[in-house]
């Protein structure tokens, strides 16, 4: 959907708790060492602290101690350069953009557990297509909170768009067929659809997922055409798990990372990378409407390791 475009000086002031406890501290651990078996071992521990994942974090590891014993790499100093290499290269390609619907309009369905910024995600995707000009429409499909709604309700005023929304504990599946007759009515570019949070381990709230998915199927052709799960980066490894699950109940085809700011344990990314077959398309490394990126692994890791 083109969304903005990628600011490397709103990554590095997002990623500034990861860099400093993880980048700053290695630096300081590295340099005027000599590269050997037991700072290969706190290089380790630094990249675990930092919720790399011990997928990721292995297999870095055993390319330093080849490159070690091979005496490719002798001084401290040159393993910074040496990690961002390895951690760029383990990214495949792939489409990483907000889906576009051929017709309009293009529905983007959000998901995920109570309390990980999720409304708010949609608010900043909301005033980024806003921002370029598209026409959005948001729907309010937690019905089971008044004051979701009226979180929702705020950010749009503030945005300047219109909510489509249903009495409280009202069907949120119906909700969201409401919102589609209304944006197909209206022409609109683009519909967000916000959800109740909910627990991953919540078998009947997960199973309103499917049924919110499917009515929206049955009106839209296509639709929806991304269903981003919002994932809170200072829960840490607590995240994966609830990706896994909400991926096998409703086909998750992008993540919205929000939070970045917040945690000193940013290597979540790279830990999701390796545990699911779902692309990080967004990250929020703010608290304002505008502080949200397109993620691009090579621009997170440079901002990862930047001085």
């Not at 792939?94 to 529905?107: F, G, L, Q, Y």
């Not at 009495?167 to 109740?196: E, F, K, N, S, W």
């Not at 052709?221 to 909400?246: C, I, K, R, W, Y």
């Amino acid at each position: 959907m083109g969304l903005f475009g990628s600011t490397v000086g709103a990554i590095r002031k997002g990623l500034k708790r990861t860099r400093t406890a993880l980048t700053g501290s290695l630096r300081s651990l590295l340099t005027g060492r000599q590269l050997d078996e037991k700072l290969i071992d706190e290089i380790e521990t630094y990249l675990l602290t930092a919720d790399v994942g011990v997928q990721t974090t292995t297999t870095v590891i055993d390319e330093l101690r080849r490159a070690y014993k091979s005496g490719e790499l002798t001084r401290g100093e040159a393993v910074i350069d040496f990690l961002k290499q390895q951690l760029k290269s383990r990214w495949s390609e792939c489409d990483r953009t907000i889906a576009v619907a051929p017709d309009k309009p293009t529905v983007i369905l959000v998901v995920g557990i109570n309390g990980v910024g999720k409304t708010t995600s949609v608010a900043k995707i909301a005033k980024s297509l806003r921002d370029e000009g598209r026409t959005v429409l948001l729907a309010a499909a937690d019905t089971f909170r008044a004051g979701a709604v009226a979180q929702l309700e705020i950010w749009s005023q503030r945005i300047g768009v219109e909510v489509i929304k249903g009495t409280t504990g009202a069907d949120p599946a119906a909700v969201a067929y409401d919102a589609c007759q209304a944006a197909v009515a209206r022409g609109v570019d683009a519909l967000l659809i916000d959800t109740a949070g909910r627990m991953h381990n919540a078998v009947d709230l997960m199973r309103q997922l499917g049924k919110i998915r499917s009515v929206v199927a049955k009106r839209i052709e296509g639709a929806p055409h991304e269903v981003l799960l919002v994932l809170d980066a200072t829960q840490g490894q607590n995240a994966l798990q609830q990706a896994s699950q909400f991926k096998d109940t409703i086909d998750v085809s992008g993540i919205f990372l929000a939070k970045l700011d917040g945690t000193a344990k940013g290597g979540i990314v790279l830990a999701i990378r390796d545990a699911l077959d779902v692309p990080v398309k967004l990250i929020g490394v703010g608290e304002t409407l505008e502080d949200v990126e397109p993620f691009d692994p090579d621009a997170f890791i440079d901002a990862l390791f930047a001085e």
